[in-house]
């Protein structure tokens, strides 16, 4: 099976597992970012082309994203109210 060259939002998230709507919401709110010059790291990488006014990425722009976002957890959360146990009591 050939790599297909570009990927529109659908073939984004059929390549990452995360669902169309999901994918659409990281890509709008990473040109939000982009366009006030608020972006972070992690952001949605912006569009390798556009055709019809459709956003298109490479598929490696695609994977480097995906290896380099932060997972889960990232950023640490709250801090335990009580450091010294192992729970959240």
Not at 35 to 61: E, I, Y
Not at 62 to 85: D, H, L, Q, V, Y
């Amino acid at each position: 099976m050939t790599r297909p060259k570009y990927l529109d939002l659908h073939a984004v998230a059929e390549l990452t597992g995360l669902t169309y709507p999901t994918v659409r919401g990281y890509h709008n709110k990473a040109a939000i970012r982009r366009r006030d010059g608020t972006s972070r790291p992690g952001d949605f990488p912006p569009p390798d082309d556009v055709f019809s006014r459709v956003p298109l990425w490479l598929p490696d722009t695609i994977e480097t994203w995906m290896a380099n976002r932060p997972g889960r957890g990232t950023g640490g959360g709250r801090p335990r109210k009580n450091p010294n146990s192992g729970s959240d009591a």
